[in-house]
């Protein structure tokens, strides 16, 4: 079954410190994404970054960063020099190939709070 | 394109009325999805189409809720004889069908219901 867990449920930070936010997930199946997506205080939640099970190749975009170790089936992501636009929830969402059907499942979120 | 359209934003009804939530994905998205989102959790899957098929429903799906995509183009979710615990926001998503970089999903801005 697909599970993914982020364990951080807050995260409070002074704004141009970096922060991470942890993401641990677990299937069965060899061929999956992992997803990270914002929810804003508006509440519609935005993607950010998709990466396959077959490229480990950790991304950066900008301020953001992403770690992705099937070794430890975590996929974490790092905002460097943080600021108040980045107060957020932030989910990470696994999607399976095969038994999954590519059917997106979501973790509890990380809420993050950037301070001026 | 305008995206994910979904109406009404918010919905506030009775303990055992009905009611029913519109999403408008977009247009040329073969997939849709339905989430439902209470406060501090991630989405959590509720179904998906792919056009006007239902290819699976979550056990969170009572027999009191109906989905439907007539055409495979919008979607309508229906709660009958609603209940309290049925309060939370109704998220709908779409996306192209999986595969080749298409599995991100882009959703609309909910429906929040409040069961009285």
């Known amino acids: 079954a697909q599970k993914v867990t982020q364990a951080q449920t807050e995260i409070s930070v002074v704004e141009k410190e970096d922060v991470t936010l942890d993401c641990v997930y677990e299937?069965?199946?060899?061929?999956?994404?992992l997803f990270w997506y914002k929810q804003p205080p508006s509440g519609e939640l935005v993607f950010l970054i998709r990466r396959n099970s077959f490229d480990e190749q950790n991304e950066i975009s900008g301020r953001y960063s992403w770690n992705f170790q099937k070794s430890t089936s975590s996929f974490n992501f790092t905002i460097t020099a943080s600021q108040v636009v980045d107060s957020a929830v932030y989910f990470c969402?696994?999607?399976?190939?095969?038994?999954?059907?590519?059917?997106?499942?979501f973790g509890a979120g990380t809420r993050l709070f950037v301070k001026a | 394109d305008t995206g994910v359209s979904q109406n009404p934003r918010h919905k506030i009804t009775k303990r055992g009325q009905n009611v029913t939530f519109r999403c408008d994905p977009i247009s040329e998205h073969n997939r849709l999805y339905w989430y439902r989102q209470t406060l501090g959790q991630g989405p959590e899957f509720l179904t998906y189409?792919?056009?006007?098929?239902?290819?699976?429903k979550s056990r969170l799906l009572s027999d009191r809720f109906s989905a439907e995509r007539p055409k495979g183009s919008f979607s309508t979710l229906e709660i009958q004889r609603t209940e309290q615990g049925d309060s939370a926001m109704y998220l709908c998503a779409s996306s192209l069908v999986p595969g080749q970089g298409n599995e991100k999903l882009f959703f609309g801005s909910g429906t929040q219901l409040s069961v009285l």
């Open positions: 969402a696994l999607s399976e190939a095969q038994t999954g059907g590519f059917k997106t499942i």
């Open positions: 299937t069965r199946d060899t061929t999956y994404y």
């Open positions: 189409f792919q056009n006007e098929a239902q290819l699976e």
